[in-house]
Nanobody, 118 residues
Framework: QSQLVESGGGLVQPGGSLRLSCAGS????????MRWYRQTPGKERELVAG????????NYADSVKGRFTISRDNAKNTVYLQMNSLKPDDTAVYYC???????????WGQGTQVTVSS
């Protein structure tokens, strides 16, 4: 069974940091395109960051550039999102996404809540 399991969310004060983790199984992680999305009530899911299989290419939403960093450890089948200088506007449910083979399709995690508040 293919799955993605996120962890690391929580409550943090403005200016603080969190690191999200997403562990994948049941698909070929090493060749997967990995992405983080986020969603708030009443809004569409927003792409936050993405990384190619070998980690050579990354992309970020303008709103998080310079504050968030995506990385991956293919030996651990895990992708990370380091979030620094957090703002209240970063409050959302964060989802991990993989586009992976051998049957190329999208996989989603269950989401982890990040709340930035004083």
């Amino acid at each position: 069974q293919s799955q993605l399991v996120e962890s690391g969310g929580g409550l943090v004060q403005p200016g603080g940091s969190l690191r999200l983790s997403c562990a994948g199984s049941g698909f070929t992680f090493s060749t997967a395109m990995m992405r983080w999305y986020r969603q708030t009530p009443g809004k569409e899911r927003e792409l936050v960051a993405g990384m190619t299989s070998a980690g050579g290419v990354t992309n970020y939403a303008d709103s998080v550039k310079g504050r968030f960093t995506i990385s991956r450890d293919n030996a651990k089948n895990t992708v990370y999102l380091q979030m620094n200088s957090l703002k209240p506007d970063d409050t959302a449910v964060y989802y991990c996404n993989a586009f992976a083979g051998p049957i190329w399709k999208n996989y989603w995690g269950q989401g982890t809540q990040v709340t930035v508040s004083s």
